[in-house]
């Protein structure tokens, strides 16, 4: 067996170019409208075939039992759907903040479910991929598919969009948001009214969770800031912490990214409209 082939499985992160709430279902879950971008950045995926029922993680996450890991979540998902029988050692190279926004927990169940699919030769296609997924988080089809979407319901409803792909400079303001907390948040705009892919273009669109998280986390507000501050429109991804700013070049990129005050964190990376698992799965 070439053990190659089991290596080296992107898993990207992704940025919410805005957020926008335009409702609330009967259970609870909140109606979005948005747009997902990857990014030439993420965690690193390896699989090793495990004789048996096994599925095991080779890596520790802080603060996630192996049950709850949704890499191992996502491997015993694909095997009860395919009635597989052989197991996976999986580990995860963990590159992206969890809690960040930058959808990690997603991108490393998308790339589980892609990877071992076509490694165990299960056969599902990428719609029955994502449907999967959907069980797992509401971001994990977009991953699946891994193209740039505009997204809306919680998630399940997407099409595929072409946005610039500028280079970015990610900043993480060092503080972890629970995405539940924010949906549960009195103050939240839950009634934005529907816009469509034109407005977005135009630049009629935010991310209306940020005020609330600043309001809780100012070192989010004042990350936003310092990006502001460079000359440049910052906004803050999904429910956050990272916050991300466009720049001219990767040159300009970068040299925002050495002036970064040393208490952040911050990457820089280039936007996708496809994903590198899709690269990858072309080289498979
Ligand atoms: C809003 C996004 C945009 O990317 O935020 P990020 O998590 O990436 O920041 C995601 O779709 C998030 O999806 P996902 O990450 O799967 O959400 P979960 O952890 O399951 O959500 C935690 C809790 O937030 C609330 N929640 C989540 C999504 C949604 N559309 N409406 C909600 O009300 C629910 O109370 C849920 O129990
Ligand atoms: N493999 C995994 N990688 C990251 N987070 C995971 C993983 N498995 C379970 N989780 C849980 O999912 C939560 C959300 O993680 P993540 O997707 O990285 O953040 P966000 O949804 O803010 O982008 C984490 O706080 C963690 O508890």
């Not at 960040?100 to 589980?112: E, K, P, R, V």
């Not at 719609?127 to 997924?133: M, T």
């Not at 429910?239 to 990129?253: K, L, N, P």
Request: hydrophobic share 40%; glycine share 14%.
């Amino acid at each position: 067996m070439n053990l190659d082939a089991w290596r080296g499985w992107p898993a990207p992160a992704k940025l919410n170019l805005f957020l926008h709430i335009t409702g609330r279902r009967a259970d609870g879950y909140h109606e979005l409208q948005t747009v997902f971008q990857f990014l030439s950045h993420g965690d690193v995926l390896d699989f090793e075939p495990l004789a048996g029922d096994q599925v095991r993680p080779a890596h520790v996450l802080e603060d996630v039992a192996p049950e709850d890991d949704l890499t191992v979540r996502a491997a015993r998902c694909l095997k009860r759907a395919t009635g597989y029988g052989d197991g996976a050692l999986i580990r995860v190279r963990k590159v992206l903040p969890m809690g960040g926004g930058l959808g990690g927990g997603s991108s490393d169940a998308a790339t589980t479910l892609v990877a071992l699919n076509h490694l165990w030769g299960t056969g599902l296609t990428l719609g029955e991929l994502a449907e999967l997924g959907l069980g797992l988080g509401a971001d994990v089809p977009i991953f699946v598919h891994g193209r740039a979407a505009w997204a809306e319901g919680v998630g399940e409803r997407f099409e595929p969009v072409a946005p610039p792909e500028p280079w970015y400079l990610v900043v993480h303001p060092g503080v972890h948001v629970s995405t539940g907390a924010v949906f549960g948040d009195p103050g939240l705009t839950r009634n934005c009214e529907a816009i469509k892919i034109a407005d977005f273009t135009a630049g009629r669109a935010a991310n209306v969770c940020e005020p609330i998280v600043c309001k809780h986390y100012p070192a989010v507000a004042e990350a936003l800031g310092w990006l502001e501050g460079q000359g440049v429109q910052a906004r803050m991804t999904g429910t956050g912490s990272c916050v991300f700013a466009a720049f001219e070049g990767e040159h300009a990129a970068r040299e925002a990214h050495g002036r970064l005050p040393a208490h952040w964190q911050g990457f820089v990376a280039q936007g996708q409209n496809r994903s590198a698992l899709q690269y990858r799965m072309d080289r498979a």
